[in-house]
């Protein structure tokens, strides 16, 4: 392998960790380093103006990925619901370090300039998408699994005779993130004048959930109508209790046919890594000819079917 291609690929890699690595700290180390950062900036006014023209450079560099990707407003909303501060910038970076890693790794396979360009343009474009939507995912559960205690203090302070902001801003002090953290938000809003029903409305179609528009749709009738609001929504927590615990039993009792369709989807590939250990130039034959080309195509095609089935067999909506 060439030296230079090695270097290039380790760059690569290192700018995919750079583009990612400040996303997956955790929330209180954010918080400190944002501490020490004010911090500093109290204790040196010099550096000041410095700071501010290196983040109106970082505004601008983000302005044109904004222009250069497809739909920035939809793509905005899906990083926002990661629930990390992700930028266009970030992203745009990450998208260009998969794009030279996976045309740096089609050059070292050897492989044709068509499916070389093909492969880098798919990943490029798919796997910062895979990877924001299992981050997004990921804090939909966490949301989800916190949801009814929320809930229960809401419940418990309408009783207690607080009004519904105030409950609100009680769920964001006292409720683990990510539900503290959405409800802080919209008492944030509420507090700059902002309606409540506009602020959970926002909120609502940033996480996506329906048992959260089914929350804002009662604050927003029992605004106008009146009820018992309090009643409303302890019945959705028994609701929501139920519908956890019986995704929890329906999970147990579907782990078997889980694990079977990840081993299933993965055999091939262990399998064609195992050949290529064994004997290099027999599996590059599927890379140079044309021939092999369409074999690895109706391959893909063939475990992309596979795969989406099975997925849709070991999956259920309750």
């Known amino acids: 392998m060439s030296p230079l291609l090695i270097l290039m690929l380790v760059g690569a890699a290192a700018a995919i960790a750079a583009a990612v690595f400040d996303v997956r700290l955790p929330r209180r180390g954010r918080l400190a380093k944002r501490a020490r950062r004010l911090a500093e900036q109290a204790s040196d006014p010099k550096g000041r103006a410095e ?32 629930g990390y501060p992700i930028t266009f910038t970030q992203y745009g970076l990450a998208c260009g370090a998969v794009l030279v890693t996976t045309g740096l790794m089609g050059v070292l396979l050897g492989a044709p300039a068509f499916m070389i360009l093909l492969e880098s343009v798919g990943s490029a474009v798919w796997l910062p998408h895979v990877g924001v939507g299992f981050l997004m995912a990921r804090r939909r559960a966490r949301f989800f699994k916190l949801f009814p205690e929320a809930i229960g203090l809401i419940v418990r302070g309408l009783r207690a005779g607080l009004p519904v902001s105030e409950t609100i801003g009680v769920v964001g002090r006292e409720t683990p993130d990510p539900v503290g953290e959405e409800f802080r938000r919209i008492a944030d809003q509420v507090r700059l004048g902002e309606a ?37 929504l302890e019945n959705l927590e028994q609701i929501l209790r139920r519908r956890k615990q019986m995704t929890l039993k329906i ?68």
Request: hydrophobic share 50%; proline share 4%.
């Open 51 to 82: 700071r501010a023209l290196r983040r109106q450079a970082r505004g601008r560099f983000d302005a044109l990925v904004r222009r250069l990707l497809p739909r920035p407003a939809a793509l905005q909303g899906r990083l926002e619901a990661t």
């Open 196 to 232: 409540l029903e506009d602020a959970m409305w926002r909120t609502a179609r940033r996480l996506d959930l329906p048992e959260f528009n089914f929350l804002v749709i009662s604050l927003s009738v029992q605004r106008e109508t009146g009820g018992n609001l309090a009643e409303t």
């Open 251 to 318: 999970k147990a009792m579907a782990s078997e046919a889980t694990w079977s369709a990840l081993i299933i989807g993965a055999l091939p590939f262990i399998m064609a890594a195992l050949m290529y250990m064994v004997s290099a130039d027999y599996m590059k034959t599927l890379f140079t000819d044309p021939l092999g080309h369409l074999l690895l195509a109706g391959a893909l095609a063939s475990l992309t079917v596979g795969g989406l089935v099975m997925r849709k067999m070991t999956r259920f909506e309750i």
